[in-house]
Each structure stands twice: as C-alpha cells, then as structure tokens.
C-alpha cells in the first residue's frame, strides 16, 4: 500500500499523525465514530474534510453493525510522506470482505460502498488477523 507501511498485528501501521478508537458494536457507535471524527479533523485543521469523512465513516461503521459481531476499530492517518492525504479505517471481526453492489431505486440499503467509491480518491479492503479493515483516502486540500 504504502512504502512506509508496516504489517504489525493485522493491521498497517503508518509514520505520521494517527488517532484511533474502538466502539463496541452498538448502534450508538455510529453517531460517536462521527463526533470522533469531526473532533480529531477539527484539531488537525481539517475542517473541509469533516462533512466527507464523517459521512463515510458513518457508512462503514453501519456495515459492521449489520454485518459483524464484535468490537469496531476507526482510525484517521495523516501519513507522514504524503501530506496531501488523509487515510481512513473502518475494522471488523468479520472476515468476508464488503461486495460493492448496484441497489435498486426501491431497496433501502446497498449504497454504502458505492458512496465511499465514488467520493473517496481510493478505498479497499485488508484482511487481518481476526476480521477486516475497509479503508478510504481523501485529498488533503492544500
């Protein structure tokens, strides 16, 4: 991914400014993921950003509720060699990766992936250990 990514225990761990959370799998967790989020792109003068992220951070963290059991991980990265990026990752105990699927005008859910396709500069998926990571990157404004 990353030259100066690091495989530590399921997870990448990259140089630079990182914050971290893990929510339990409540429906609560969504709406604190987003205040999380706003909060941590709000120290880092990342305003601009916070409307996206936490539109697709509230996306992925729904997905884990739906679709895993268990605790989920969010993490924001402002990799130290890419200043013009913001990483962010969703992590669940589920190992099946996401399917990105066309939903129909009439379904009320399937939209989630395709909203972070489309509004993100690249997204995918990783496994690990126990479980998943889906992650996104946003362009930092310069």
Request: proline fraction near 8%.
């Amino acid at each position: 991914m990353y030259s100066l990514a690091r495989e530590v225990i399921g997870v990448i761990d990259t140089d630079g400014d990182c914050a971290e959370w893990t929510f339990p799998a409540d429906p609560g967790a969504v709406r604190t993921a987003r205040h999380a989020v706003r909060g941590q792109l709000h120290v880092w003068g990342l305003d601009s950003l916070s409307d996206i992220a936490a539109l697709l951070v509230s996306e992925l963290v729904t997905n884990a509720l739906r679709h895993a059991t268990g605790p989920i991980g969010l993490r924001l990265v402002r990799p130290a060699g890419l200043p013009g990026v913001l990483l962010v990752e969703v992590s669940d105990p589920l190992p099946d990766p996401p399917r990105e699927r066309v939903a129909r005008p009439e379904d009320e859910s399937g939209r989630g992936l395709q909203l972070v396709a489309s509004s993100s500069r690249r997204w995918g998926t990783r496994p690990g250990n126990t479980g998943k990571t889906v992650w996104f990157e946003l362009a930092v404004p310069g």
